[in-house]
C-alpha cells in the first residue's frame, strides 16, 4: 500500500505560479511511475503530466505543455508539479497518481491515489 500526500494548493490570480508537492509513504518510491490528474468541477478527472521511476521521461497534456514541468526526487520521496501562467481554466482538485508507466496516461491505469488539492486561478 502506497499513501500519498499532496500539498501547495491554493488560490492564485491568472498568470501567477504554484508548486504542487506529494510525498509518498513507499520505501520503494523509485519502483513507481508517477503522476498529476487535475478534475475541474462537473468534469471527468483527467491526465496532466507524468514522470517515470527515474525521472528520465515526462509526458505532458497538451494544455499544460510549456506552462507546467513534473519533477521528482527519489532521496525524500516526492513528486512535483511547478505550474507556471495559471489560467482560470486550470482551476480544479489536483491529485498525485502511482503505478506503472505503461498505464498511469489514463485514471483507470493509476493504482494509487492522493487525496487532492484544490488549485483556483482567478481572472
Known amino acids: 500500500q502506497v499513501q500519498l500526500v499532496e500539498s501547495g494548493g491554493g488560490l492564485v490570480q491568472a498568470g501567477g505560479s504554484l508548486r504542487l508537492s506529494c510525498t509518498a509513504s513507499?520505501?520503494?518510491?523509485?519502483?513507481?511511475?508517477m503522476g498529476w490528474f487535475r478534475q475541474a468541477p462537473g468534469k471527468e478527472r483527467e491526465f496532466a503530466a507524468r514522470?517515470?521511476?527515474?525521472?528520465?521521461?515526462?509526458v505532458y497534456t497538451d494544455s499544460v505543455k510549456g506552462r507546467f514541468t513534473i519533477s521528482r526526487n527519489n532521496n525524500n520521496n516526492t513528486v512535483y508539479l511547478q505550474m507556471n501562467s495559471l489560467k482560470p481554466e486550470d482551476t480544479a482538485v489536483y491529485y498525485c497518481?502511482?503505478?506503472?508507466?505503461?498505464?498511469?496516461?489514463?485514471?483507470?491505469?493509476?493504482?494509487?491515489w492522493g487525496q487532492g488539492t484544490l488549485v483556483t486561478v482567478s481572472s
Open positions: 497518481a502511482a503505478g506503472s508507466w505503461a498505464t498511469m496516461s489514463t485514471p483507470d491505469g493509476v493504482n494509487y
Open positions: 513507499a520505501r520503494t518510491f523509485s519502483d513507481y511511475a
Open positions: 514522470i517515470s521511476r527515474q525521472g528520465l521521461l515526462t
